[in-house]
């Protein structure tokens, strides 16, 4: 492309969602600079690096589970070695918890929390500060001998996350991915998409707690939410803040009332619009129940059947779709707030009265009619995310593997890269301070510099998180310790279709790490690699 082209299609690029955009989208969307033309991201919940790899590749194999057994030339996991294993600095020591407890309940996640269990490096405050008791019936809760509660330091091995180990031993792992801040999943959702939690134009009618925090203490209005249309415009005051906390999106009307927030500014979709790049935002329950209300709900079933028991009879049934899990309708630009479906499968991907925004099955209506679109974003429904507390990994590795075995059936796939990552660690230990490379010194805020870098309550890189990438292009068996973020995959898409530009001055896609490492562009690696749902076993490699 000529430096004229480059500058006319910045300048498109880099107008602003709120209506100064232009409108007119390009004859042709731009070419991807790499082979991977559809890029699908499968956005997880809630778990630490050490919690599903701390001990990767050895696992205990007891004759009840599923078996793993390493490949020869596994590389080494910065993991959880003999001492930490042994003599942690904890008031408890790392533990494995089996395949029939890993219905385990929610630990502390809150933005603070996380920075007092770090303790400044020692990472040695896991106990009393990340650790919750029981938060419903049939948890998992361990208890040290000091009757303290302790579960976040437990881990799991390759024979409950089995898929997720053998996806690892045939493509690409990193072991150095943080979140881009501490905090709970709607920060890990907006550092998706936005690489920044700073632009709240208003907040829950009666906050609990620091749910959005302004500097120099200013404050915004409430928000008075939600509402059925982008035509209604969020109340501000003029003045921004940071996200803090979960609350629901003001432009989606299965969000609980008075508890919602809107932010301001662009993200990714709003860019690859402009730029005619085809994406979406696909997630499970997003379809409206026939009284009008997000009621679609599930048990936890792969749990109950490893358990023993019968799915049906489980009395917890969780809602499919959760609010403040979906972090374009947080935007007037790129809300859905009624929930429309496409006007036609052939409009997936692109501009109608869904804006971009459906329910999980339109993903593979469109895939499998050969209209996949160039960057997909999955969320599984609830029982299916991996939350704990809530869900488990059973069930979260059921949706992992039924999507790559169809992904990898369809033709698309030579030319498909799959991103496996979670929206923040829930509080679970993991021995790796994060490197601090953003610091914030608000009332919030626990040892992360005299002054803040930019709007305060962003102290970042957050907790280690796992990282993987499936595709005909990863890396075999390859573990990078490359530094990589949760920007780090905006910027891949960034650069890859919309020559490098970035979302704002003050994101963090400015300084991610490129998860290119992790890729092999020279030639693809033939093959593909088809897992059990149920037990993460292979059953067939061709």
């Known amino acids: 492309m000529s430096r004229l082209g480059r500058c006319l299609r910045l300048t498109l690029l880099l107008a602003t969602a709120s209506g100064t955009a232009t409108a007119q989208t390009p004859s042709a969307p ?28 050895v696992a205990l194999n007891p004759p009840d589970a599923p ?56 990472m040695d405050r896991y106990v009393q500060y990340g650790a919750r008791g029981p938060g419903g019936p049939g948890q998992f809760c361990h208890q040290n001998q000091q009757g303290n509660y302790d579960t976040d330091l437990g881990y799991f091995d390759g024979n409950t996350v089995t898929a997720l180990w053998n996806y690892a031993q045939h493509f ?27 632009g709240s134009l208003c907040q829950p009618v009666n906050p609990h707690g620091n749910i959005v925090y302004v500097d120099d203490n200013g404050t915004v209005p409430a928000c008075n ?15 921004l803040g940071t996200l803090v906390d979960d609350a629901d999106p003001y432009w989606d009307v299965c969000s609980e009332q008075n508890d919602t927030v809107a932010m301001s500014g662009r993200n990714i979709g709003d860019l690859l619009t402009e730029a005619g790049v085809t994406w979406g935002w696909f997630q499970g329950g997003f379809t409206l129940s026939g009284d009008g209300t997000c009621a679609s709900s599930h048990p936890r079933i792969a749990y109950n059947l490893a358990i023993g028991a019968d799915p049906n009879s489980d009395q917890q049934q969780l809602i499919d779709y959760v609010p403040h899990h979906n972090p374009f309708q947080y935007f007037q630009s790129t809300a859905n707030p009624a ?43 609830q029982y299916q995310n991996g939350h704990p507390g809530i869900s488990n990994p059973l069930d979260e590795q059921v949706f992992v593997v039924e999507t790559l075995n169809r992904l990898q059936r369809l033709p698309e796939w030579s030319s498909t890269a799959v991103l496996i990552a979670w929206d923040d660690s829930d509080g679970w230990y993991d021995h790796v301070m994060p490197p601090i490379v953003n610091h914030s010194a608000t009332e ?83 093959g593909q690699l088809f897992l059990d749902p149920l037990s993460g076993e292979i059953v067939q490699v061709r």
């Open 30 to 57: 731009p070419e991807p600079v790499t082979p991977i033309q559809h890029l699908v991201i499968l956005y997880l919940e809630n778990t630490s690096f050490d919690s599903y790899f701390g001990v990767y590749p």
């Open 67 to 122: 078996a793993f057994e390493a490949r020869p030339d596994t590389p080494s996991v910065n993991g959880l070695t003999d001492a930490l294993l042994n003599h942690n600095p904890n008031e408890s020591n790392p533990f494995r918890i089996g395949r029939l407890d890993s219905y385990t309940c929610d630990q502390n996640h809150d933005y603070t929390a996380e920075q007092r269990a770090r303790n400044g490096g020692l």
């Open 172 to 198: 690409a792992m990193s072991d150095n991915f943080f979140a881009t801040m501490s905090g709970e999943s709607t920060r890990g959702a907006l550092n998706l998409i936005v690489g920044d939690v700073f």
């Open 225 to 239: 939410g939600p509402v059925d249309s982008t035509a209604t415009d969020a109340p501000t005051n003029g003045t």
């Open 339 to 381: 929930h429309l479906p496409p006007t036609s499968v052939a409009m997936v991907g692109r501009t109608d009265q869904a804006n971009h925004i459906y329910d999980l099955s339109w993903f593979w209506r469109a895939a499998e009619a050969g209209n996949m679109p160039s960057v997909s974003f999955l969320k599984p429904p």
């Open 444 to 526: 919030l805020d626990f040892w992360c510099g005299s002054q803040s870098d930019g709007p305060g309550a962003r102290c970042a890189y957050g907790p280690r998180l796992p990282f993987l990438v499936v595709s005909p292009w990863a890396r075999e068996n390859y573990v990078s310790s490359s530094l990589m973020d949760q920007t780090s995959i905006l910027r891949f898409i960034l650069d890859n279709w919309l020559d490098g530009a970035r979302i704002s001055d003050t994101s963090f896609d400015t300084i991610a790490g490129s998860i290119e490492d992790l890729f092999d562009f020279s030639e693809p690696v033939p």
